[in-house]
């Protein structure tokens, strides 16, 4: 039974930091591309950020380009998401996501939740202004 569990999530001000985590579970996903997704109330969820499963390989929303970074950990099962510079709008429910694709392109199909395989249970993130 695969399971993906997000962890790091909290409250912090305007201009601070959070990391989280994902770890996953009930299987190998070496192979496995791995990112995150995130949904604020009322709206749709929105791609955030997305690492390769060789790990050298990274896309990145605009929104979060320059402020967040991706890594993975192929031998732990993990992706995390390091969050800098946070903003007001990115307060939402913060979702990790694997889904087994053929490369990083395009990116339409890399960034809609409907092409990942697994989802985790999301971990909140409120950024106070």
């Known amino acids: 039974q695969v399971q993906l569990v997000e962890s790091g999530g909290g409250l912090v001000q305007t201009g601070g930091s959070l990391r989280l985590s994902c770890a996953a579970s009930?299987?190998?996903?070496?192979?496995?591309?791995m990112g995150w997704f995130r949904q604020a109330p009322g709206k749709e969820r929105e791609f955030v950020a997305v690492?390769?499963?060789?790990?050298?390989?990274?896309y990145y929303a605009d929104s979060a380009k320059g402020r967040f970074t991706i890594s993975r950990d192929n031998a732990k099962n993990t992706v995390d998401l390091q969050m800098n510079s946070l903003k007001p709008e990115d307060t939402a429910a913060y979702y990790c996501?694997?889904?087994?694709?053929?490369?990083?392109?395009?990116?339409?199909?890399?960034?809609?939740?409907?092409?990942?395989?697994?989802w985790g249970q999301g971990t909140q993130v409120t950024v106070s202004s």
């Open positions: 009930g299987g190998t996903f070496s192979s496995y591309t």
């Open positions: 690492i390769k499963w060789t790990g050298d390989s990274t």
């Open positions: 996501a694997v889904g087994r694709l053929l490369s990083m392109f395009p990116r339409v199909i890399i960034t809609t939740p409907s092409n990942y395989n697994y």
